[in-house]
């Protein structure tokens, strides 16, 4: 089966760093997923990470461990616009990009 | 990146009523899919969208809920049928473009915010 789990919520503070935890057990594993979301809005991508290690894209890092079945995501200086829904997913494998999602963190950054 | 358009952007139906939501993509993309959102909640996959041959779907969706069309590789239309206040929720349609390369990505179309009353 697949499970993703992430924290439901996180609260910070601006120009702070949070790091968001996800954790995942699938049947397969071609890679995993950052997203944001805004209420009311469509997903928009963050990260990819299939690699272990850590992939760094301006304020935002993603760090993967596959042996552990982890990753994180690695917001800093954090501004009031990156409160958002916060989702982790994996690609199952195969060739299609068919996605698994968390639940998503809710973040709010607090002034 | 792919530009996917995506809609209506929202719609209020009346239970029993059938909405069909379309998906159009600027370029051509192998695999294209259909992902639901229900509120409060996290994307789910409904079905992947195959080009010519039916659509392939994930466990708790069938075709006759949801058929899905694809009839060339950019565009594609998801139907809910029979609809009632459950269906209530976001829409999307993602595309694949088929990149091997590390950093691809899955794109969102904007997504169709439904509600059934």
């Known amino acids: 089966g697949q499970n993703i789990d992430q924290p439901t919520e996180m609260t910070a503070t601006e120009g702070a760093i949070v790091q968001i935890n996800c954790t995942y057990q699938t049947s397969g594993f071609n890679g995993l997923f950052w997203y944001q979301q805004h209420a009311g809005e469509a997903p928009t991508f963050l990260s990819y990470n299939v690699l272990d290690g850590l992939e760094e894209k301006g304020r935002f890092s993603s760090f993967l461990s596959r042996s552990k079945g982890y990753s994180y995501l690695l917001l800093k200086e954090l501004q009031m616009k990156d409160s958002a829904s916060y989702l982790c997913a994996v690609s199952n494998g195969g060739s299609a990009r068919q996605l698994t999602f968390g639940s998503g963190t809710q973040l709010t950054v607090l002034p | 990146s792919a530009v996917i358009s995506q809609k209506p952007s929202r719609d209020i139906c009346q239970r029993g009523t059938s909405l069909t939501i379309q998906c159009q993509v600027d370029?051509?993309?192998?695999?294209m899919f259909w992902y639901r959102q229900q509120p409060g909640q996290s994307l789910t996959l409904i079905a992947t969208?195959?080009?010519?041959?039916?659509?392939?779907?994930e466990s708790g969706f069938v075709i006759d809920k949801f058929p899905i069309s694809r009839p060339n590789l950019t565009f594609s239309t998801l139907t809910v049928s029979n609809m009632s206040p459950e269906d209530s929720s976001i829409y999307l349609c993602s595309v694949d473009q088929g990149r091997r390369a590390l950093n691809t990505e899955a794109f969102f179309g904007q997504g169709t915010r439904l509600t059934v009353v």
């Open positions: 370029s051509q993309v192998t695999m």
């Open positions: 969208a195959n080009q010519g041959s039916e659509a392939t779907y």
